[in-house]
């Protein structure tokens, strides 16, 4: 039987700073920094580099859901001002409609 793997939200933590309860993506992002220094160095080894390479995969897979969060977002927000928008503006009426010139 192969040993216990530690979740990605579990050893993320482990790897921040103490009081630091929660991921969030800028420290997913220095994390990944750090790894990406520590890959390059070529200092790690074998097991180590897979260690580092499963905890990047988890954290690029974190930063793109929040940026796909952010993103869906901020599509909301300019849907929601589309619509404050609309309901400031009021509908044309025939009389409000200008005429056109005939000639």
Same mark, same amino acid.
Request: aromatic letters at 2%; proline letters at 6%; glycine letters at 8%.
């Given at each position: 039987?192969?040993?216990? !793997?530690?979740? /990605?939200?579990? !050893?993320?933590?482990?790897?921040?700073?103490?009081?630091?309860?929660?991921?969030?993506?800028?420290?997913? $992002?220095? !994390?990944?920094?750090?790894?990406?220094?520590?890959? &390059?160095?070529?200092?790690?080894?074998? !097991?180590?580099? @897979?260690?580092?390479?499963?905890?990047?995969? &988890?954290?690029?897979?974190?930063?793109? *859901?929040?940026?796909?969060? $952010?993103?869906? &977002?901020?599509?909301? @927000?300019?849907? &929601?001002?589309?619509?404050?928008?609309?309901?400031?503006? /009021?509908?044309? *009426? /025939?009389?409000?409609?200008?005429?056109?010139?005939?000639?």
């Amino acid at each position: 039987m192969s040993p216990r !793997r530690e979740a /990605p939200i579990g !050893r993320m933590r482990a790897t921040m700073g103490e009081g630091e309860n929660e991921r969030n993506y800028e420290s997913a $992002v220095e !994390r990944l920094e750090k790894i990406i220094e520590r890959l &390059d160095s070529g200092h790690a080894g074998l !097991r180590e580099t @897979l260690d580092l390479c499963r905890e990047g995969r &988890d954290l690029v897979t974190f930063c793109a *859901t929040e940026l796909d969060a $952010v993103g869906q &977002d901020l599509k909301e @927000l300019r849907l &929601d001002e589309l619509a404050a928008g609309l309901e400031r503006t /009021p509908a044309p *009426t /025939p009389d409000s409609q200008p005429s056109q010139a005939q000639s």
